[in-house]
């Protein structure tokens, strides 16, 4: 309890010095020059932005760096064992493998799902369009942890000898097989897991690039129809290359949301059953095992591969923006 208080203290007085500093900055750019209000101007903007980046992202990732060269405890440098224990062991290497898998699978079924949805509700009469778009978005209302629960009563599985109360074994039973466990099968739990995945990020995708195909001049596409083209070739050569910077923003956009995926796995597995990921065995680390050197380091490994996309996707918006 002490400790709790603590942390809303600090976060209360956290709070209470950038609010005391936008506005000290405020009245000192009221009180001078004209060319000197030019230059602290834009400060008094991104200063406490800054501040707020700084206090809470910047020095907790320079401390868990630090922690990463530490033992379980935090109080004893260790060198590189922790990052030893990164590339050989095998609960780490499964979780990396099921990473890459679902950062293979994931973002490539989401958008592709999402750009077919939205080349054909375009070609939807408007009510009917809207029917459409919102049913398949809808899942984005739904919080990871919801969407999980929704889904684990699709999987439940019972033994032979009792009703199945599971959507699919519920149905693969009534052809007379016998009820398949999905998500303690290893060959198939990782799909049944990204299937929950692709299901909350298909709306997104298609929303973002409904928008953009909506922006593609129909004179591109009607030049294209009068020389002859068909529709097939229209998207592939038209529409597509026109709307290649949002793909990329989109599917850079989940990608970096599949890299720190925990709910989903935690909710469902627990990593059990070979479906173990990066986030969630650091949580188990940390957490269960007290292990905070070892959960630093995968942390860390966390933030290392998830920067290059990150500068993609501030590189490609950057790129959208100047083409306004």
Do not use: C, H
Not at 174 to 192: K, M, Y
């Amino acid at each position: 309890m002490t400790q709790l208080l603590t942390a809303f203290t600090a976060i209360a007085l956290g709070v209470g010095g950038v609010l005391a500093l936008f506005w000290g900055l405020n009245l000192a750019v009221d009180r001078t020059s004209e060319q000197v209000q030019d230059k602290l101007r834009p400060w008094v903007f991104i200063g406490p932005a800054m501040l707020v980046v700084t206090l809470f992202l910047l020095v907790p990732a320079l401390d868990t760096f630090r922690r990463s060269f530490m033992g379980p405890a935090s109080d004893e440098f260790v060198g590189l064992a922790n990052y030893e224990f990164l590339v050989t062991d095998p609960q780490v290497r499964t979780a990396i493998w099921n990473n890459l898998l679902w950062i293979l699978i994931v973002p490539a079924i989401s958008v592709a799902i999402g750009l077919v949805v939205a080349v054909l509700a375009d070609r939807m009469s408007e009510t009917w369009e809207k029917v459409a778009k919102s049913m398949i978005f809808l899942p984005m209302a739904i919080s990871f942890v919801g969407a999980s629960t929704i889904w684990g009563f699709i999987y439940a599985w019972r033994t032979p000898d009792t009703p199945q109360i599971g959507v699919l074994n519920a149905i693969w039973t009534s052809f007379g097989n016998e009820p398949v466990g999905w998500l303690q099968n290893f060959a198939i739990n990782d799909f049944a897991l990204m299937a929950i995945m692709i299901w909350l990020q298909t709306g997104f995708a298609m929303v973002l690039l409904s928008a953009a195909i909506k922006n593609v001049p129909t004179d591109t596409i009607e030049a294209a129809r009068v020389d002859g083209a068909g529709e097939i070739a229209i998207f592939w050569r038209v529409i597509v290359p026109q709307i290649r910077s949002t793909i990329v923003v989109v599917a850079t956009t989940i990608l970096i949301l599949v890299l720190k995926i925990f709910d989903i796995v935690y909710v469902m597995t627990n990593g059990n059953y070979g479906t173990d990921v990066i986030a969630n065995l650091f949580i188990r680390q940390m957490f269960n095992f007290g292990q905070f050197g070892q959960a630093s380091v995968l942390v860390v490994f966390l933030i290392v591969i998830t920067i290059p996309f990150m500068v993609i996707n501030i590189r490609r918006f950057r790129e959208q923006e100047a083409m306004r």
